[in-house]
Every structure is written in C-alpha cells, then in structure tokens.
C-alpha cells in the first residue's frame, strides 16, 4: 500500500483568497487524483492528474477555480483560487495502487472559508 | 460506471458478522465490484473487490451473486472501530484509462457495545 501525506491538514481561509494544498506520496505512482468531500456528502472527484501532462477536470470543475500540478511522479498540489464559502469541504488526494485495482486516499484537508 | 443502491444505515453488535448489501444490477461484464470505508474524519480505506468469485482478505469477504447483479460484504466480528460508512462502488478493473471511482451515500454501519 501507498503512504499518503497532506499539507495542511486543515485551514481556515477567508473568502478571495486562495489556498495550496500539497500531496506527497511514499512511492512513485502514475495517477493521482484528487476529490472533494462538502459537508455531510460523499466524494466528488475534481480532476485527475498524470505526471508530465495536463490534469483531466470532471464535468463542474474547471482549471482556473482548481489548477493542478503534478511536477514528479510522487508530488502533487491543488490549489483552489478565489474562494467562497461554498468551498468549505474536505479536500483528498490518491493513489492508484501498484496492482492498479484499488486506490489509497490521503487523510484528507479540512478547508472552512470564512 | 453502473449505478449501485445501499441501504442508508444498518446496526451491528459487537463480535458479530455485519453484512452490508449492495445491489448493482446493471453492472457490466468487465466492471469489477469495490468496496471502500471511510471511517468519521478520515480518508477513504480500500476493503476488498471481485470481479465474479466470492474472495475473502483479512479485513472481510466479498459475496457476489451468481448473475452478479448484488455483493454482499461481510465483516465476520466485527468491533467498534468498524464504525463508518461503506461504499460498494463498480467499475473496470485494472488496465485502460477508467481508473475513477464514483462514490455513492453508501450505507452508515454503526457496530453497538
């Protein structure tokens, strides 16, 4: 299995401003991925992102709002730009596992915009 | 990715089997059933997934039908930690580009003292 950190794991942010959340991963992995998780709802996932290429946004994300980088294969960061208060959630990086069947997920940043 | 349907919530008591079922009847030949937990605050934890055979790990065992249109998951004793949403997710397997998983409301399993 893949060890997952995040940076921060939780923020309070006011609205306007725009906040950079990192995630490393203990080994090299091709695919990363990161999902959303507002308040009391499941998981969305935003975008995914391959090493050395453009993130793949998901229908209702766009780059401008959530741009992504993917500089090495055991790095990644989202940042999400010009926040609301609509952007309080939790935000997850992952994995793909070796076997390429299952996924890890990070711990998760808690975000509240204010 | 096929639609799958959870109950909202179920009761479990200490030290017995939870069983968790999911329906998913139209599931395609090459999607892979994948069960996932996520434990209050925490970041989604992978269980367990088949394809047709039942298959069992050290945290629990997967039982899918024989038209695979329903899995059951099984968590043989359960214990308090074992506290937190399930989500029983389909999609291809490996290999291709359709790594993404949906995720559902799954179902609430609270394990009682």
């Known amino acids: 299995s893949a060890v997952i950190s995040q940076k921060p794991s939780r923020d309070i942010c006011q609205r306007g401003t725009s906040l950079t959340i990192q995630c490393q991963v203990d080994s090299q992995v091709t695919m990363m991925f990161w999902y959303r998780q507002q308040p009391g709802q499941s998981l969305t996932l935003i975008a995914t992102?391959?090493?050395?290429?453009?993130?793949?946004?998901e229908s209702g994300f766009v780059i401008d709002k959530f741009p992504i980088s993917r500089p090495n294969l055991t790095f990644s960061t989202l940042t999400v730009s010009n926040m609301s208060p609509e952007d309080s959630s939790i935000y997850l990086c992952?994995?793909?596992?070796?076997?390429?069947?299952?996924?890890?997920f990070g711990p998760g940043t808690r975000l509240t915009v204010t | 990715d096929a639609k799958t349907t959870q109950p909202t919530s179920m009761d479990c008591a200490e030290g017995r089997a939870a069983n968790l079922p999911c329906n998913h009847s139209?599931?395609?030949?090459?999607?892979?059933v994948y069960w996932y937990r996520q434990i209050h605050s925490q970041g989604p934890q992978y269980i367990i997934h088949g394809l047709k055979n039942n298959e069992t790990n050290e945290m629990a065992s997967l039982i899918i039908t024989e038209d695979r249109k329903s899995s059951t998951l099984i968590l043989p004793h359960a214990t308090l930690r074992d506290t937190a949403v399930y989500y029983c997710i389909v999609r291809v397997g490996s290999g291709g580009s359709n790594y993404k998983l949906t995720f559902g409301k799954g179902t609430l399993l609270t394990v009682n003292p």
């Open positions: 139209t599931i395609s030949g090459n999607e892979y």
């Open positions: 992952s994995v793909d596992g070796t076997s390429g069947t299952e996924q890890y």
């Open positions: 992102a391959n090493q050395g290429s453009e993130a793949t946004y």
